[in-house]
């Protein structure tokens, strides 16, 4: 910051706080002018407060327009500083009127108590003591200011004010919902100084970034704001700012918003659950910009956030050597104290995978839904269920698990809460551009779409109460199985729906020239995200010798071990009419991937019947085409 032109540092704070005397050892400091606002007042104001009688906004009115002027003069030549009360918000932006980026606040604070004291011992001043009261009940604290109690001594205010006036944040966090707030708490517990970005909107989100920094002792140094410019300024160049924000247009909204205050070379950082195909665009466009652009994926909600993410960072790989210090460090930490965060590969790679991520997220909810419901129907209440499912745990751990096993203790008075929740299940989006994605790749990720589609079907509650009516409910007896059975055929299960999910990245890799590790994927799913599990955590090891889960040779044994179980369970469903969408599409897809000689013949003859879309023979290793006139 050029202190010989460009800026006007503001000190602000009720009467007696010391605004001229710390104001002017400023001014020294900073070799600039001192002015006291309060020498600009005109004659009837000075004479209303020596009379007792409180200011009222039309008689401040002139007075600020006459202060902002004054500013605006001395920047043609000079930066200075200003005292002044500036107790509302209005006030300062009339202050802050065409030259807002070059403002600086001080906010000079101090106990009622404190105040008057100090007053009672002044004999210089115009303003009677009663005027603290008025002025305790009209200040607005300001965000945007650096704040000093005046109990410090006035070297130490000095100092203070000297380290903060020069001193840029090194990250900025824009957008401060549920997962925003937790990972500026997580950046500023480890360490780093960050600016914290929330919109002002009257009545709906109102002093939002202020009151959160308030809120916690961690962001004692960060630094809140709600207006888009000084937030920008506040950062060190190049600037790196992580949106959290909700995916669509809205970061396109934001990205429009931030652009005219940004520098060539700064950072934004996606990390919401954007769709892959937008974040290629955006970086796309950025680049045009001369702005970088990283689409990371996080996991973890708010929990993980707050504590360690697993994060899938995508973009320019030495673009992310300059945020991966950050998001390396408010990872969460897996095998070997490795951080849950590593360069996933090209633009859109990593929200890429996030998608995938959630799909394999939505199959495992699912499964261990469809559980609920089998031991449901063999007699057990949600306690008894919740009982059996965390001796799992042993052999099966995953985050999953046991928050189901949460849930289903969970209880409302005498009732248990599960049962008095709506089963219709919502979606936000990623399950189906995962699905959309897999079709459009040609891979046959079916796990994922099931568990859509199941979503999707839970959703019309109406049409299935009305046809429960009309065929019955169902089932109506025990299924014949044990729960060993069910945990092995959700041990099956899980292993299908993972080789799904590493096969769709693994071909899209392949479609998109991103040369993705499935492995190292694997790894940073071990901890902080939503689906890690012990199963991951073998997986990174499988992954290491094989693109291909089913080819690994300790996995198939176990496959062809829990076969029985799953045949028996989905058989056992069927036969007592019982939903069972993933449990039964990962036995029919193992069935389907693992025959060489499928039914697949009649399909390609079909379409060379009525469309002539030939045919490749199996007596010809040339591969040719033929058509047949079938009639
Ligand atoms: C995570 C989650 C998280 C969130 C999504 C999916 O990894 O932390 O995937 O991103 O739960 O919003 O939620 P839907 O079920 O609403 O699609």
Known sequence: MNFKKDTVVFVMGVTGVGKSTIGKLIAEKLKIPFFDGDDFHPKENVEKMLKGIPLIDTDRQGWLVSLNQLAKDQLKT???????????KKYRDRLNFEILPQVKWVHLTGSFECISKRMAQRTDHFMPIELLNSQFAILENPIEAIEVDINLTPNEIIEKVM????????????GLGVMGKSLCRNLAKNGFQISMFNRHVVGVEENVAANFKNEFKELTTSHAFD??????????????????????KTIDFVIEDLLPFLSEGDIIIDGGNSNFKNTIERTDFLKTKKIHFIGAGISGGEEGALNG??????????????VAPYLEKIAAKGEKNMPCCIYIGPKGSGHFVKMVHNGIEYAEMQLLAEVYDILKVQGNNPSESAEILSTWKATANSYLLEITIDILRKK??????????????????????????????????????????????????????????????????????????????????????????????????????????????????????????????????????????????????KIKELKPAINKVVSECVLNELAAPCFSESVNFFNACTTANSSANVIQAQRDYFGAHTYQRVDDETGQFYHTIWK
């Open 78 to 88: 000079t930066s200075c500083v200003i005292a002044c009360s500036a107790l509302k």
């Open 163 to 174: 380290k903060e006036l020069f001193k840029k944040s090194e990250f900025g966090l824009f």
């Open 227 to 248: 207006s888009i410019e000084l937030f920008v300024q506040s950062i060190a160049q190049p600037r790196k700012i992580m949106l959290m924000v909700n995916a669509g």
């Open 309 to 322: 993410p697993s994060i899938m960072p995508s973009g320019d790989k030495e673009v992310y050597q300059s």
């Open 412 to 557: 409302e008075n005498e009732d248990w809460l599960v049962h008095k929740i709506m089963d219709k299940a919502g979606n936000k989006g990623t399950g189906n551009w995962a699905t959309i994605e897999t079709a459009q790749l040609g891979v046959p990720s079916s796990l994922i779409s099931t568990a859509l589609f199941a979503r999707f079907t839970s959703f019309y509650k109406n049409d299935r109460v009305e046809l429960q009516q009309i065929y019955g409910k169902r089932p109506s007896q025990k299924l014949d199985i044990t729960t060993n059975d069910l945990f092995e055929a959700f041990q099956f299960a899980r292993i299908i729906n993972h080789y799904q999910g590493f096969k769709l990245i693994f071909e899209a890799s392949k479609v998109y020239n991103w040369e993705l590790n499935l492995s190292d994927i694997a790894s940073i799913w071990t901890n902080g995200s939503i689906i890690k599990s012990k199963l991951m955590g073998d997986l990174v090891v499988v992954l290491k010798e094989s693109d291909s889960i089913l080819m690994n040779e300790k996995l198939s044994i």
